[in-house]
């Protein structure tokens, strides 16, 4: 996915932009205005346009100059409050717009003075879920390459549990999706939804304060989504009906009623549509009715994935994502060729498949792809590349925004199209039969359909004009335009004769040295190198409009006269040709429903051909895995590697096996120093299962793998406390989800539980959920910790077994191996890890002094001194203080192990543990307290 974070810090806004200029009734009338806004909050920033430039004011100045343009000295005053405002160039607009709507989550408003009532009047608004009215700004050199949608949230109860109604819209797209479940306290369903459809920004009913709602806007606001609150009245169904039939676009229009549509049942999920048809105004548009689809959402057919999965194996990249665009699942996979193929791969990583058959289609096109190099590398280096995106060509038409130029690229893409069947048809392998059936039948059908559109292109467009970059119907349509087309060829040949007689002039070669251009925005202009430029100096026949990179650019008196000339007479021909251009691009219209289709054909294409790049371009070329149905609880990955991580500079990555047994080895504990490789052992588990699910080849030597239903993961210790959570109770919460949300054939991903919390209570806790995840859920599971002690746990349970990160020690060094092995890790390496990080000595030998005081006080002395009674007292005493105090600690063990988490909220846990963690503090025993005191 592009990143559109931008430095602003070196464009500079041009001086006679660099301040306002106002008389006294303007400034009055804009201050009065200004005051009269309403409050808003922080995350939303009102531009005002003046025409040549736009202005923002008060803290939205300040926050421009701070965060865009990383200097507060382009922030100006102005009237007598000395009310802050910067200057915006209309390039930097633009640029702003894209870095607060697709990178900060920020919404924007676009006011404008009436010149008729000499009022301000808000023109533009827009959000990250809502682009609509700024795509002609954010796209208009670009493709749209990111999906953008909002989602809606209604709660609900039935049969007295908590209904979860949701409605998703994307109105790029033009539609509705409607999803209804049953969720737990941790919203874990609505979580995953959340993660599958990748939503913007979430509106939920404002005014309600219960836990509940609480709850819900800490799972919305730890997606990263925007989170908005509007009237509760918007959530209502009464007007549900009325508004979808006319927004809703029905195979049958006799016969249009959303009554009768199954999706109707969902009540409270039909009230979040409600919200999202008058949050985005689309009844305001008449070009929306009669163009939405409205369909049901299916959960079950996803891979689960938490918010926590989501970062833990890094899926999406970060907002400010470097040109390393290999740190991220998707950035790693996406070399698709097509806006429309990178808005598909986004979509496809987080709706990992469940399906065997569907997983199996994707493998086997992957696979034709990677054996034919030919077919795969024609594909995606010349053919993909020329395609254009449909589907924000065919939304130019259903918006009545289209030209003769769109109406062109159309034409241009299905004369070029045959090439693409011609390749798919040539090659392909023993997969051939499937490429015909996905891509090339499909395709040829829709193709046919378009025969006649080619031909009114050819008979109307003056094909001739169009190498010249303009767009123009055939002369012969019209007497005025035939006369109007003999005027526009004279002026052209006579502007010939001008580059004729100006490179005689400057002693150059016409079209070569001196040559004659023209542009949309200029018109007809000479260009010379820069180097050439010299003949120009002090010659005033001359008047140069700029110096660019790529030479000057100038006119002579009689260019000037022809160019305005021709402008004029070209405007004519535009006015007289409308009527027929309106009636092509009426017609062109027509051919919405078969572009949608064939933009969908193109992007899976374009997705596939990127996997098979993506799997022969890597160091070691990745294999097809073997799947296995859901329940079979098999999986091995052979020399499994990190997909991201093998692709960074200067890292020769350590392949390790990765293996799991039903109801022999299902849970993983794995032991280790810290930077020895532990996470990311376990995020490569992740990734791997992940990318087979999307139907990708992977990085192992050899891969079996038994289909999983969800992914769930607390790894890494990020504290929440700008939201008034600490790394403790992030952790808690992050568990107690999996602990609801986790089935037999989920996988699940812990790195370093409890490090948030005491010793005794972080290793009782990572006990007690790792010997619950083992024997009640029975999910494939890899724990990464530093609790030495856990190991145990394989001795009671049979399906855990011990791993452990290899190293190797001297008196003085520390070499990380990075190779998993079979056992238990025989020492800590945490005084060697700080001599890695180059500690003052002084401070490793004091660690390593306490440390070993510490290990003297847990070893109870078990020879008796026979010449010393007093002595041999002391030992005694000292052997039945430690046993007792092992039985004190047994026992607080015992009671958090019978917790019942899965009954509890996650502050009833809290309570429970501080409760215990209270009696072992209250106990009397030595051994207990010096550990406490030492702990403390």
Known sequence: MTSFSRDFSNMAVPSKENEIDLD???????????????????????????????????????????????????????????????????????????????????????????????????????????????????????????????????????????????????????????????????????????????????????????????????????????LSERKKSEFSTKDNVQDLDRLLKFKNPEQASSAALPEMDKVHALAAVAALIKFLELLSDEDNFGQFSLSTFDLSLYVKLDAAAVSALNLLPAPNEGPNKNQSVLGLMNKCRTAQGQRLIEQWVKQPLLDKNQIEERLDIVEAFIEDGELRQTLQEDLLRRIPDFQRLSKKFQRKRANLQDCYRIYQAVEKMPQLLEALERNGGTHQALLMSVFTNPLKELLMDFSKFQEMIEATLDMAQVENHEFMIKSDFDEVLQELRGKLDRIENDMQKQLNRAAKDLGVEAGKVLKLESNSQMGYFFRVTRKDEKALRNNKSYMIIDTRNNGVRFRSNGLRDLNEEYIDIKEQYTEQQKSVVDEIVNIAAGYIDPMAVINDIIAKLDVLVSFAHVATS????????????????????????????????????????????????????????????????????????????????????????????????????????????????????????????????????????????????????????????????????????????????????????????????????????????????????????????????????????????????????????????????????????????EKVINDFLKKIKALPVDELSPDQIMTEITKLRAEVAASDNPYIQDILTRMA
């Open 618 to 885: 890597a160091p070691i070329p990745y294999v097809r895995p073997k799947l296995y149905p859901k329940g079979t609880g098999k999986m091995n990955l052979k020399e499994a590697r990190h997909p991201c991580l093998e692709m960074q500079d200067d890292v020769a990555f350590i392949a390790n096996g990765i293996r799991f047994e039903k109801d022999k080895a299902m849970f993983h504990i794995i032991t280790g120093p810290n930077m020895g490789g532990k996470s990311t052992y376990i995020r490569s588990a992740g990734v791997i299962i992940l990318m087979a699910q999307l139907g990708s080849f992977v990085p192992c030597s050899e891969a079996e793998v038994s289909l999983v239903d969800s992914i769930l993961a607390r790894v890494g210790a990020g504290d929440s406390q700008m939201k008034g959570v600490s790394t403790f109770m992030a952790e808690m919460l992050e568990t107690n989800a999996i602990l609801r949300g986790a089935s037999q054939d989920s996988l699940i991903l812990i790195d370093e539980l409890g490090r948030g919390t005491s010793t005794y209570d972080g290793f009782g806790l990572a006990w007690a959920i790792s010997e619950y995840i083992a024997t009640k859920i029975k999910a494939f599971c890899m724990f990464a910790t530093h609790f030495h002690e856990l190991t145990a746990l394989a001795d009671v349970v049979p399906e855990v077994t011990n791993l452990h990160v290899t190293a190797l020690t001297t008196s003085d060094t520390l070499t990380l191996l990075y190779r998993v092995k079979e056992g238990v890790c025989d020492q800590s390496f945490g005084i060697h890890v700080a001599e890695l990080a180059h500690f003052p000595k002084p401070v490793i030998e004091f660690a390593k002094e306490k440390a070993n005081d510490l290990e003297d006080y847990q070893m109870i002395v078990h020879t008796i001194e026979d010449t010393d009674e007093d002595g041999a007292s002391s030992a005694k005493k000292r052997r039945l203080t430690k046993q007792d105090g």
């Open 24 to 226: 006294n009734l303007q400034e009055s009338g804009f201050d009065l205005f200004y005051k009269s806004l309403p409050e808003k909050p922080a995350t939303s920033i009102r531009f005002f346009d003046r025409d040549a430039y736009y202005t923002v004011h008060g803290q939205d100045a300040v926050f421009a100059g701070k965060e865009i343009f990383k200097s507060m000295g382009v922030v100006k005053y102005f009237g007598k409050k000395k009310r802050e405002y910067v200057c915006v160039n209309k390039t930097n607009f633009e640029l702003m717009l894209r870095e607060l709507l697709l990178v900060k989550q920020y919404r924007a408003e676009v006011y404008k003075c009436s010149r008729n009532t000499s009022k301000w009047e808000l023109v533009y608004k827009g959000s990250p879920g809502n682009l609509t009215q700024f795509e002609d700004v954010l796209f208009s050199n670009s493709e749209l390459s990111v999906s953008v949608g909002v989602l809606a949230v209604k709660l609900g109860t039935e049969n007295g549990q908590r209904l979860v109604g949701a409605g998703y819209v994307d109105a790029t797209l033009r539609k509705f999706s409607v999803c209804e479940f049953v969720d737990n306290d941790q919203f874990s369903n609505l979580e995953a939804l959340i993660v599958q459809m990748g939503p913007k920004e979430c509106l939920i009913p404002a005014g309600d304060t219960g836990p509940e709602y609480a709850k819900l806007k800490e799972i919305l606001g730890r997606s990263g989504m925007l």
